[in-house]
């Protein structure tokens, strides 16, 4: 079955470590983002890739970092600069432009300890 | 500016019991309002892509419509299993290639 799958499920981070979040599709889609959920806002655009070795910056990229080396990978680094990393993080896909809508993964929840 | 507001925040709803959710949304020009369900703890699900007013879709218990200034999501007969997070989001014409969300109604259905 094709999807997205987001690992690891659950990731705990201690004060200024960076971690890595992974995100991998087998749907063929072009583009890929990653959004942060946080308790009562919507979710906001950390980064976004529409080809290989290409992206661009979201409303809230400061802290992150991203790559694409791969169609099916784009993996969401987050660094000791994010100040507030606990959230609900979700990648997405969508088969091109975005006016198909996107397909999700099931999300990582990254806490700091 | 462009926004997207959900409302009401929470809904509780007995069993059966028809209600509908509210996005309304101000952007400079709108390519696509979709409609999303999110279970606690999971990536939220597609359900429906509007694009023009006027336009509506349906499927079983959920029937979504769209005006110009907003779109309802309307619940006949729900179920329990109907208890999620309905999210919104639109694609807007001048922006980036991605969706704006809306915050999102809770929806609690009571047996």
């Known amino acids: 079955d094709g999807g997205i799958t987001q690992s690891p499920k659950y990731l705990f981070r201690k004060e200024g470590q960076n971690v890595t979040l992974s995100c991998e599709q087998n749907?063929?889609?072009?583009?890929m983002y990653w959004y942060r959920q946080d308790p009562g806002q919507g979710l906001r655009l950390i980064y976004y890739?529409?080809?290989?070795?290409?992206?661009q910056k979201g409303d809230i990229a400061e802290g992150y970092s991203v790559s694409r080396e791969k169609k099916e990978s784009f993996p969401l680094t987050v660094t000791s600069a994010q100040k507030n990393p606990t959230a609900f993080y979700l990648c997405?896909?969508?088969?091109?432009?975005?006016?198909?809508?996107?397909?999700f993964g099931s999300g990582t929840r990254l806490t700091v300890v | 500016e462009d926004q997207v507001t959900q409302s009401p925040e929470a809904l509780r709803l007995q069993e059966g019991e028809s209600s509908s959710l509210n996005c309304s949304y101000t952007?400079?020009?709108?390519?696509?309002l979709f409609w999303y369900r999110q279970d606690p703890g999971k990536g939220p699900e597609f359900l429906f892509t509007?694009?023009?007013a006027g336009e509506e879709k349906e499927k079983e218990r959920l029937k979504a419509t769209l005006t110009k200034k907003e779109s309802f999501l309307h619940i006949t007969a729900p179920k329990p299993e109907d208890s999620a997070t309905y999210l919104c989001?639109?694609?807007?014409?001048?922006?980036?290639?991605?969706?704006?969300f809306g915050t999102g109604t809770r929806l609690t259905v009571i047996p």
């Open positions: 997405a896909s969508s088969i091109g432009g975005v006016a198909y809508g996107y397909t």
């Open positions: 749907l063929n889609h072009d583009a």
């Open positions: 890739s529409q080809i290989v070795n290409d992206f």
């Open positions: 952007v400079s020009g709108l390519r696509g």
């Open positions: 509007l694009y023009s």
């Open positions: 989001a639109v694609h807007i014409q001048t922006g980036a290639n991605n969706l704006f």
